[in-house]
């Protein structure tokens, strides 16, 4: 499978952004989607997940009530809708895909080129 991801920029601090990850194959609900960060310096981290069947989700604990990840699975794409963005939100943010529950990006077979979001203090 192959991911597209868009939907970066810049924004002020509170502000907000969707991003979206579409992707190619006719596999797509199979897959476990998830979204990873990775700041200037620092590791690739988890953000959120969702699963393939029920659509259930989970997120890390910094992003809890602030960020909401969706699927479509007719249009074969993931969305992260991101409010309340913080300074502290800023990187490069990557869509993944994955046969099983991973909150690790090792634990992802494809990936997306990434996208950048920076937030304004």
């Known amino acids: 499978v192959q991911l597209q991801a868009s939907g970066g920029g810049l924004v002020h601090a509170g502000g907000s952004l969707r991003l979206s990850c579409a992707a190619s194959g006719r596999t797509f609900s199979s897959y476990v989607m998830g979204w990873f960060r990775q700041a200037p310096g620092k590791e690739r981290e988890f953000v959120t997940l969702?699963?393939?069947?029920?659509?259930?989700?989970d997120h890390a604990d910094s992003v809890k009530g602030r960020f909401t990840i969706s699927r479509d699975n007719a249009k074969n794409t993931v969305y992260l809708q991101m409010n309340g963005l913080k300074p502290e939100d800023t990187a490069v943010y990557y869509c993944?895909?994955?046969?099983?529950?991973?909150?690790?990006?090792?634990?992802?077979?494809?990936w997306g080129q990434g996208t950048q979001v920076t937030v304004s203090s």
């Open positions: 993944a895909a994955s046969n099983r529950v991973s909150y690790y990006p090792t634990g992802y077979d494809y």
């Open positions: 969702i699963i393939r069947s029920d659509g259930s989700a």
